[in-house]
């Protein structure tokens, strides 16, 4: 077989030990070729590619971003997309391509599949907000730097009697704030799923700091929302792709705590600092187990499928349905969070 392999969305730990699952397990296991195309879609759509054989992959196994490049361009974007995309697959006689993404790179890959593609998924993001998979590859890590972060904040937290506000990823959802804010020990979680009013965080750090605390630790997801009509957030518009510019919540949010309290607020954004860098040890496997079994769905002819963890397993489910909708924090586990805030 000819496979061919594309990195698409925001980049993320993970990507290129699962682009070497992919090329060592069908080189050495079933004979066959394998393509990267460039930058994502746009490297099909643009018929730009690399190489990928087992030496081109020496190295990645532990290295952050992807050796192909990324961008969140789709092949619905233009009129004549999905046509481009045919032509190069042909021109490559490309017999499977493994689209490795997020939720935007997989509903256009399960789109392309309706329209006759032979395409499998592989879900990444810090996010982790992909439906159908208890996991997607990344978020571990991401998790990690958060915690890690957050316990060093602590420290100085404390030092200075302060309030720090971090601000995590999580555009539609808030598993690294929640996972990072129960692994940190954190005051308070903010995340998009639960809209916040600053009169009710306000008072839960006032209660803490009434018990003799001075020191708080308030975690918030970029894409956290206040209750409506209780706090103006700044519009940043949006980006080429239509997405919504975030980034920046924490300042608004330190302000309020600020003003409301008297507390003394400092505010950490900690950004791209989640994605990038080498993977953890369990996104290493997950990465690695992902890529091999989308190259046995390939040689399985089984097309129009992601690979998932599921009850510690690695399944294939229909892209349609993993795209069907965000997964969102479980209420349970922010539960778990609450009984720690104040
Ligand atoms: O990959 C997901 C994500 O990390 C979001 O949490 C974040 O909002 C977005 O990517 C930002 O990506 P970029 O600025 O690269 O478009």
Redesign the pocket.
């Known amino acids: 077989m000819k496979l061919g392999v594309l990195t698409g ?2 980049d ?1 730990p993970g990507l290129n030990a699962v682009i070497r699952g992919v090329v060592r397990v069908a080189e050495r296991q079933y004979g066959d070729e394998v393509v990267g195309f460039l930058d994502g879609w746009a490297g099909v759509l643009e018929d730009r590619t690399m190489t990928l054989d087992v030496e081109a992959c020496r190295g990645l196994l532990p290295r952050g971003g992807s050796v192909l490049g990324m961008s ?1 361009a789709q092949p619905f974007m233009y009129d004549d997309g999905p046509d481009r995309v045919r032509a190069t697959l042909e021109r490559h006689g490309i017999d499977g391509l493994i689209s490795i993404g ?1 939720e935007g790179t997989l509903s256009a890959t399960s789109a392309m599949f309706e329209q006759g593609f032979s395409v499998i998924g592989v879900p990444k ?3 982790n907000d992909v439906g159908s998979t208890e996991m997607t590859f990344g978020f571990e890590t991401a998790v990690e730097i958060a915690t890690e972060a957050i316990d060093r904040l602590h420290t100085t937290a404390e030092s200075h009697d302060r309030v720090m506000v971090v601000e995590v ?3 539609h959802a808030g598993h690294i704030a929640t996972w990072a804010g129960i692994a940190g020990g954190a005051t308070m979680t903010l995340v998009p799923e639960v809209p916040f009013d600053m009169a009710d965080v306000c008072e839960s750090l006032v209660r803490r700091h009434g018990r003799g605390r001075y020191a708080s630790i308030v975690v918030v997801a ?2 956290a929302v206040p209750v409506e009509g209780t706090l103006d957030l700044v519009d940043r518009g949006i ?1 080429v792709y239509g ?1 919504k510019r ?2 920046g919540i924490a300042a608004v949010v330190a302000d309020e705590i600020e003003s409301r309290t008297g507390f003394e607020t400092r505010v950490t954004i900690l950004g791209y600092v ?2 990038g860098g080498t993977p953890t040890a369990f996104d290493r496997v997950l990465s690695t187990w992902f890529g091999v079994e989308a190259v046995h769905a390939a040689h399985d002819g089984d097309f129009g499928k992601m690979v998932a963890l599921q009850n510690g397993e690695v399944v294939r489910v229909p892209l349609a349905e993993a795209t069907a909708q965000l997964k969102l924090v479980n209420p349970a586990l922010y539960d778990i969070a609450k009984v720690f805030f104040g």
């Open positions: 969305g925001g993320c969140r997020g993001t810090i996010d990823m999580g555009r970029e894409g980006d997405h975030l980034g989640q994605r």
